[in-house]
């Protein structure tokens, strides 16, 4: 059973930065992408940022870009959601997914794509 363990998550004003982190716990996958998605309260959860197994391809939404950055670990167990210049709208709880997968470059942005996912931790941005 493998299970995803985050961390990161808190209060923080708005522009202000947070970092999340996320590991694979209990059976070790040979390759596998990871993706974080975040879900608002009354709202779907959605995709925030995707990277492959070695990390050499990420994906972003659109709401994102250029101000959180997806990265792995030099381990590649670990990836990392550094999150800049928050805002109020990205207040949501943050989930944590990853999959196996054969294409060592190939990253993945739906959330039906993954087959395990964290707990989720909260991220409060206050105005």
């Known amino acids: 059973q493998v299970q995803l363990v985050e961390s990161g998550g808190g209060l923080v004003q708005a522009g202000g930065s947070l970092r999340l982190s996320c590991a694979p716990s209990?059976?070790?996958?040979?390759?596998?992408?990871m993706g974080w998605f975040r879900q608002a309260p009354g709202k779907e959860r959605e995709f925030v940022a995707a990277?492959?197994?070695?990390?050499?391809?990420?994906d972003y939404a659109d709401s994102v870009k250029g101000r959180f950055t997806i990265s792995r670990g030099n381990a590649k167990n670990t990836v990392y959601l550094q999150m800049n210049s928050l805002k109020p709208e990205d207040t949501a709880v943050y989930y944590c997914?990853?999959?196996?997968?054969?294409?060592?470059?190939?990253?993945?942005?739906?959330?039906?794509?993954?087959?395990?996912w964290g707990q989720g931790t909260q991220v409060t941005v206050s105005s």
């Open positions: 997914a990853a999959r196996t997968t054969y294409y060592s470059d190939i990253y993945y942005s739906r959330a039906y794509d993954y087959d395990y």
């Open positions: 990277i492959s197994w070695t990390g050499g391809s990420t």
């Open positions: 209990g059976r070790t996958f040979t390759m596998y992408a």
